[in-house]
């Protein structure tokens, strides 16, 4: 499931005509834009993309080289990881780590008992490079859907009725600048449970 779409949200607000699809993509665009910033996560990845890490702390831990940290989510096993001295790393000789042992993943730890394998660079200090999908899932959870919903939902109505609390014209995403002072409780209380 990908993020709301414009049609999610006028099903959710029951709106069938399409007079309001621009405001109601600026409030849905807004809304996503809020909620990955609240929570400092992107919930929804579809592309691989390579990253690159340091053989150093924070990202490896000095104490036995077997631990890389990646100070983000990865939303599924990595495609390829290359150690910092451009030898492969297979699925194998790591296991990915996750306090619930599903994704979003948070860093790989290399298996002592493989032949020798640690983190390491190069002679040119060459980074580790993993090919993965970055971000929390690759399919929005169901809170966050409806949070973004809820979110889009109020600010489409401050706007259209001048309710629910001043709204201004936003940056990144093209959307609308929400106040979280507006929002109702338990929206930021959902959001609460997904902050990094």
């Known amino acids: 499931m990908t993020y709301p779409t414009t049609a999610n949200l006028k099903t959710f607000l029951k709106i069938t005509s399409a007079s309001d699809d621009a405001v109601l993509d600026y ?3 807004a809304a996503i834009e809020f909620v990955e910033r609240q929570t400092g996560r992107v919930f929804v990845v579809v592309a ?3 990253e690159l890490f340091p053989v150093q702390a924070p990202h490896v831990l000095p ?3 077997l ?3 990646f100070l983000r989510d ?3 096993a990595p495609t390829t990881v290359t150690n910092g001295d ?3 790393v297979t699925s194998s000789e790591y296991l990915l780590l996750s306090p619930y042992h599903v994704a979003p993943y948070f860093g790989i730890e290399l298996y002592r008992n493989t ?3 640690y983190w390491q660079h190069g002679g040119d200090y060459t980074n580790i490079s993993i090919d993965a999908k970055w971000g929390y899932s690759e399919d929005c959870p169901d809170v966050i859907f409806q949070v973004i919903l809820q979110i889009a939902q109020h600010d489409y109505q401050a706007r259209s009725t001048g309710q629910g609390g001043a709204v201004a014209a936003a940056s990144r995403r093209g959307g609308l600048v929400i106040p979280p ?3 109702p409780d338990d929206v930021l209380e959902r959001l609460h449970l997904y902050r990094r």
């Open 27 to 29: 409030a849905l665009d």
């Open 67 to 69: 631990k890389l940290l």
């Open 48 to 50: 691989d993309k390579i």
């Open 181 to 183: 002072s507006g929002l």
């Open 86 to 88: 451009g030898v492969a």
């Open 74 to 76: 990865l939303a599924a």
């Open 63 to 65: 104490s036995n080289n």
């Open 115 to 117: 032949s020798g394998v």
